[in-house]
Structures are given as C-alpha cells and as structure tokens.
T-cell receptor, first 113, second 117 residues
Framework: QKEVEQNSGPLSVPEGAIASLNCTYS??????FFWYRQYSGKSPELIMF????GDKEDGRFTAQLNKASQYVSLLIRDSQPSDSATYLC?????????????FGKGTKLSVKP | DTAVSQTPKYLVTQMGNDKSIKCEQN?????MYWYKQDSKKFLKIMFS???????INETVPNRFSPKSPDKAHLNLHINSLELGDSAVYFC????????????????FGPGTRLTVL
C-alpha cells in the first residue's frame, strides 16, 4: 500500500513567521512531488512541484526534497493570514506516464495576525 | 476561460437514484481524472483516463463509471446512489508529457458536492 503521510495539524504560526510543512512517502520509486493548497470549500490549487533532490524556491515558498529519506517539505516564509489553508502533499508514483497522484491527508495551517 | 470546469456544483438526490457529473477541460491535456474527497477531506483517486487507457482504482464500486465522449470531457456516472457516496467529487487533468518538467501536474476543477439523502 503506497502511502503519503502528513501531520494533520493544525499548525499555528504567527504572521511573519516561517511555516514548515512536512511529508513522508512510502514508495521509493516515486519521481515527482507536489504541494497543493486547498482553502475551505475550494479545489486544490498547485503551489509547487519538485523532481530533484534539494531545494526549489518560488517567491515565499520553498520545497525541499530528500529522496534518500523519502521526505519532502514546504517552507512558507513571511506567513500571511491568507496562507491559512490545508496543504496537501502529493506523490506521483507513475511519473512521466499516466499520472497516479497519491495524496496525503493534508496539514491545516493557521496564520494568526 | 475556466481551465477545468464541472457541472453541477451541487447535487442533492435520493438514495437509489442514478446521476451524472460532467467535466470539461480546455487545456488540451491528454489525461483526465476523477477524485473523491470525503468528509475527512481525504482526496482519493477514483479513475484516470486518456485515449489509450482507463485505470480504475480497485476500491471504487462498479456503480461508478467514467464516460469520455472526447479528449476534453470525462463524465462520471453513478448508479444506485448510496448514503456513503456523499462527498465532493473533483475532476482534474494533466498533460502527461514524458520528460517534461511539471508535465504530470494535475489541475483541478471546482468540485461537485454530492449529497445523498
């Protein structure tokens, strides 16, 4: 059973702080990794994808991947109240072909003004 | 200019009925998907489909069937609805170009909230 694990939270951080969201996955053959943000009552929207070990930065967001440890994380710098949402980690176990995303259960982030 | 659209947004129906949810994408993507998000917000793949292959999650009851009239549409038909089918159903699509960074990124529709009474 291929699994993606996330701490369900809620994770509460003050405005302006760094929020750190973590995810582990079980399938060592996984090739591509995604972070989605989902506001309550809305659909998941892509924040970032990452394929290679190391860091990938996009604005206030940094994704970190460590395939040896089967670990992917998302850092949100200068957190804003508008970042309050559920963050879904997803792993594609069939990268490059008909995709098969396995989602974690999500971490709920709350940014307090 | 919505990328992935679904209709209806809300669907309330009686147990035992048959219903369909429609999905359309104008991104020119090759693969489309259906997901179910339950009350605990767990998002789980039901089907993935392109013009070559339909992959069915083995846990999906055969009361659920995807129907694709063309590459841009993947509808979900549900027979004999049960209380446990109440959930939000999301359609998604991806380009799935091998070797293209981000090519397997999936883009989601707005969701259909199904309530079975």
């Amino acid at each position: 059973q291929k699994e993606v694990e996330q701490n369900s939270g809620p994770l509460s951080v003050p405005e302006g702080a760094i929020a750190s969201l973590n995810c582990t996955y079980s399938d060592r053959g996984s090739q591509s990794f995604f972070w989605y943000r989902q506001y309550s009552g809305k659909s998941p929207e892509l924040i970032m994808f990452i394929y290679s070990n190391g860091d990938k930065e996009d604005g206030r967001f940094t994704a970190q991947l460590n395939k040896a440890s089967q670990y992917v994380s998302l850092l949100i710098r200068d957190s804003q109240p508008s970042d309050s949402a559920t963050y879904l980690c997803a792993v594609n176990i069939n990268s490059g072909s008909q995709g098969n995303l396995i989602f974690g259960k999500g971490t709920k982030l709350s940014v307090k003004p | 200019d919505t990328a992935v659209s679904q209709t209806p947004k809300y669907l309330v129906t009686q147990m035992g009925n048959d219903k369909s949810i429609k999905c359309e994408q104008n991104l020119g993507h090759d693969t489309m998907y259906w997901y179910k998000q339950d009350s605990k917000k767990f998002l789980k793949i039901m089907f993935s489909y392109n013009n070559k292959e339909l992959i069915i999650n083995e846990t999906v009851p055969n009361r659920f069937s995807p129907k694709s009239p063309d590459k841009a549409h993947l509808n979900l038909h549900i027979n004999s609805l049960e209380l446990g089918d109440s959930a939000v159903y999301f359609c998604a699509s991806s380009q799935d170009t091998p070797g293209l960074a981000g090519g397997d990124t999936q883009y989601f529709g707005p969701g259909t909230r199904l309530t079975v009474l």
